[in-house]
């Protein structure tokens, strides 16, 4: 009974198979010289596979019995690091790494959130994850608000689908290994990813059958017509449905516009749909369960490791 509510605590799904776990990290752009992140090694098979392909392995476990099962099994490995600690907490490093990890289900998109806006994302991230969160980073199916604040800066693909027997205890949803690589050059620059994602949010929230309706309503009428008119890309179609060279076109026609009116009204429209998306993150009077955390606001904690160099 213990063991089960630590499961839940931690909404831990391991998987089980050293043989498929050394084919998936053999088959990864994970080299000889890179340093990688995994995130829950729990008991460490997946620690084990990538220490014995990369430089050096930081090993971030927010469980402290499965943290000091790792760092006893692999005290006398030099090149892995464990930490005791929750990956939100952590300060990624500023300098290149890679990420390999079977991340808690529960929690996926403020760790997708928290790699991939921070001062220098990961260079590749390889993630098991529920097929239905895969598709909304990946589009695979259509295009998701989620997916298109990524894409200027990141490429996405499903590179592994599991079987649910893979794992121990064995889930109830479909997962697959999500890869998120980082763009070298970026469709648009780093240092504008908060201003575009302002762009995606207003036009998303703004609740319109296609994009130009959506810009009607979110802008003044000469503005919204000059947009239409320059983006040079047909806007009639839905958010979801407009491709990224399509929002890249309809970005650059905004960042040229000089008339303040247009920012007033994104950031009103976007500030508005991150309040809603704050409020029910808010846990309830009653204790009820909290939805995935905001990230953003989260100052990273220096944590010292527990073993390793």
């Known amino acids: 009974m213990r ?5 839940a605590a931690y909404s831990q799904n391991f998987l089980h198979s050293r043989q498929l776990v050394s084919a998936l990290v053999e088959r990864s752009s994970i080299g ?3 340093v ?3 995130i829950g090694p729990g008991r460490g098979i997946i620690t084990d596979a990538l220490a014995s392909r990369s430089r050096h392995v930081i090993t971030i476990e927010k469980d402290p019995r499965y943290a000091s099962q790792v760092s006893r099994r692999f005290g006398d490995r030099a090149n892995v690091t464990v930490f005791a600690c929750d990956i939100l907490d952590f300060p990624l490093p500023e300098t290149p790494f890679k990420v390999f990890a079977n991340i808690p289900y529960r929690i996926t998109t403020a760790i997708v959130d928290y790699l991939t806006t921070g001062v220098a994302p990961p260079v ?3 993630l098991t994850v529920q097929q239905e969160a895969a598709a909304r980073f990946t589009g695979e199916d259509e295009a998701s608000m989620v997916s298109t604040c990524m894409k200027p800066w990141f490429e996405m693909s499903i590179v592994h689908r599991f079987r649910r027997r893979d794992f121990v205890p064995r889930p109830s949803v479909d997962s697959v290994l999500l890869r998120i690589s980082r763009r070298e050059p970026p469709l648009i620059p780093w240092d504008e990813r908060e201003q575009f994602r302002r762009v995606v949010e207003a ?5 319109q059958p296609t994009v130009v309706r959506a810009l009607r309503r979110l802008l003044p009428r000469d503005i919204a017509t000059d947009v239409t008119a320059r983006s040079e890309v047909s806007l009639a179609v839905r958010p ?3 491709p ?5 076109a309809v970005y650059e026609v905004l960042s040229g516009c000089d008339d303040d009116r247009a920012w007033a009204s994104i950031d009103l429209a976007s500030g508005r749909l991150r309040r809603q998306q704050e409020e029910l993150r808010r846990p309830t009077r009653t204790g009820g369960s909290r939805r995935e955390p905001s990230v953003r606001s989260r100052r990273p904690r220096r944590r010292e490791p527990i073993s390793g160099d």
């Open 36 to 38: 990688v992140i995994e």
């Open 240 to 242: 979801a449905q407009l």
């Open 3 to 7: 063991t089960q509510r630590r499961r």
């Open 203 to 207: 036009i998303y929230s703004a609740w």
């Open 244 to 248: 990224i060279e399509g929002w890249i």
């Open 32 to 34: 000889s010289d890179d």
């Open 124 to 126: 590749d991230a390889y």
